[in-house]
């Protein structure tokens, strides 16, 4: 994506569907640098379980270690093979998945950290129009770490998306500018083996309903059938 002009003006857009849930689009400049390493130790994800309704808060502590960087010139790392497609963890655990982006292939541990619910109030200097009315927003909060030997800087993470709790998806916010609650972007520079960064994507649900889970369904997975935070 074109990095955008901060000069200029938030622009959001709003789309709408006439059949289920109302969907808009999610994405931001990327100019925003993503949050420090963290130094927490790393711990695998635990086994993949059957994807279940919870009303536990959905909130959890990434399990990620930030080490050394490894030589641009290491040999590859060994293939990562994900979990199956539909497999559900909980919001916390750390999923091991095989990454590429361009030209770039390597390899990565995702955790979707927490669901943030916001508030209505947040959206005001976005200046939505009507069809926003009655919508809460929520925020995605994950976390990407390198276990590959592949440097993958500025290289970035898409297909994540929000369920709300009759598992339909959430509609999307798309913003092109900054919006200070909840900023996504591209990975750093030198974003080499044992590195990490945080992100945030927006999202939305009707009042009468709440996001309740958040799936990633980037390839080998697709659509409806990836791996799914509950």
């Given at each position: 994506?074109?990095?955008?002009?901060?000069?200029?003006?938030?622009?959001?857009?709003?789309?709408?569907?006439?059949?289920?849930?109302?969907?808009?689009?999610?994405?931001?400049?990327?100019?925003?640098?993503?949050?420090?390493?963290?130094?927490?130790?790393?711990?695998?994800?635990?086994?993949?379980?059957?994807?279940?309704?919870?009303?536990?808060?959905?909130?959890?502590?990434?399990?990620?270690?930030?080490?050394?960087?490894?030589?641009?010139?290491a040999a590859p790392a060994p293939a990562v093979s994900g979990p199956a497609p539909g497999t559900a963890v909980k919001i916390g655990d750390a999923v091991r998945l095989p990454f590429s982006f361009g030209g770039s292939e390597g390899a990565i541990a995702l955790t979707v950290t927490s669901i943030e619910k916001g508030d209505p109030a947040d959206l005001a200097s976005l200046k939505?129009?009507?069809?926003?009315?009655?919508?809460?927003?929520?925020?995605?909060?994950?976390?990407?770490?390198?276990?590959?030997?592949?440097?993958?800087?500025?290289?970035?993470?898409?297909?994540?998306?929000?369920?709300?709790?009759?598992?339909?998806?959430?509609?999307?916010?798309?913003?092109?500018?900054?919006?200070?609650?909840?900023?996504?972007?591209?990975?750093?520079?030198?974003?080499?083996?044992?590195?990490?960064?945080?992100?945030?994507?927006?999202?939305?649900?009707?009042?009468?309903?709440?996001?309740?889970?958040?799936?990633?369904?980037?390839?080998?997975?697709?659509?409806?059938?990836?791996?799914?935070?509950?």
């Amino acid at each position: 994506m074109k990095p955008i002009d901060r000069s200029r003006r938030t622009m959001v857009l709003v789309g709408l569907t006439t059949v289920g849930a109302l969907t808009l689009a999610a994405c931001n400049d990327g100019g925003s640098a993503p949050n420090s390493a963290t130094s927490a130790p790393f711990t695998t994800p635990a086994a993949a379980r059957t994807a279940t309704a919870s009303s536990a808060p959905l909130t959890a502590a990434p399990s990620i270690t930030a080490a050394a960087p490894t030589s641009s010139s290491a040999a590859p790392a060994p293939a990562v093979s994900g979990p199956a497609p539909g497999t559900a963890v909980k919001i916390g655990d750390a999923v091991r998945l095989p990454f590429s982006f361009g030209g770039s292939e390597g390899a990565i541990a995702l955790t979707v950290t927490s669901i943030e619910k916001g508030d209505p109030a947040d959206l005001a200097s976005l200046k939505l129009d009507d069809n926003t009315k009655g919508l809460v927003p929520y925020y995605i909060h994950y976390q990407v770490t390198n276990i590959g030997d592949t440097d993958l800087s500025f290289t970035n993470l898409s297909h994540i998306r929000g369920l709300l709790s009759n598992g339909t998806r959430a509609p999307d916010l798309m913003v092109f500018g900054t919006f200070a609650k909840c900023s996504d972007g591209k990975m750093p520079s030198e974003f080499t083996n044992g590195k990490s960064a945080d992100f945030c994507i927006p999202v939305m649900s009707p009042k009468t309903s709440r996001v309740a889970a958040v799936e990633y369904w980037d390839d080998p997975y697709t659509f409806n059938n990836g791996i799914t935070w509950e």
